[in-house]
């Protein structure tokens, strides 16, 4: 039996690794989106005391090595009397991490905004909720996309972090046969075609965001 074979015979094992893999990455940056739009919203409130928190958060993340992260959430917590098992701290960690770096992407775009737009949804009578969810968060996710999709890509090949705190995913599930049956070229070669696969329909869906951006004329705000 050659490698490949051996491959073969243990694909189930192989497929309920990118499985897991992918519930881990949707339900991570799904939370990390919230948490990025969460945070906007904030910036953009007339509480100024919560600024300074704010920008220290997405400072320490955005200056934080992920792998850290993960490695205190799952082994630093305990000493505090928080215990999370692996996969909620992966998850808990790649939302957090990411949340910080979506928020700030958006911020970015935020402030090329004119105010003009602001200033007539007031006039208007827009709440200041209403505003946010109906003109300002549409806006900035769509002219955002490329870098959101950047940042989708990077939170996808950050799961493979977390066999380091003994997530079953798809890199342990390699790494695990790789050390049983002494074929690691194979097996992260397998590992390499599944996260490419994602990427590919992640970017079609980029750009199918892109053409429904310009037909609604966000392209040109």
């Known amino acids: 039996m050659n490698n490949w074979e051996i491959l073969w015979d243990a694909r189930e094992k ?18 990390a989106f919230l948490i ?5 919203y904030l910036l953009e409130g007339s509480r100024p005391r919560l600024a300074a928190p704010l920008r220290i958060f997405i400072d320490t993340m955005r200056t934080l090595p992920f792998l850290i992260l993960a490695y ?13 098992d692996a996969w909620w701290a992966g998850v808990g960690a790649l939302a957090v991490y990411h949340g910080a770096y979506f928020a700030e992407i958006m911020r970015g775009s935020r402030l090329t905004f004119p105010p003009g737009q602001v200033e ?23 002219q955002t996309r490329p870098l959101l999709g950047n940042q989708l890509v990077i939170a996808l090949k950050d799961t493979a972090f977390l066999v380091i705190i003994t997530v079953q995913e798809l890199t342990a599930t390699a790494n695990s046969l790789s050390g049983t ?5 194979e097996a992260f070669i397998v590992v390499i075609g599944f996260y490419w696969a994602v990427s590919i329909v992640m970017e079609i869906i980029i750009k199918q965001c892109g053409r429904f951006s310009a037909k609604r004329g966000f392209d040109n705000v």
């Open 181 to 185: 049956y002494f074929i690691p070229t």
């Open 14 to 31: 192989l497929w309920n690794g990118f499985l897991s893999t992918l519930e881990i990455f949707g339900l991570s940056i799904s939370v």
């Open 36 to 40: 990025g739009c969460g945070v906007l």
């Open 72 to 84: 205190l959430l799952y082994y630093g917590l305990p000493t505090l009397g928080i215990r999370l």
């Open 120 to 142: 007539a949804a007031v006039a208007h009578g827009f709440t200041r909720s209403k505003m946010f969810l109906r003109l300002i968060l549409p806006q900035v996710v769509m």
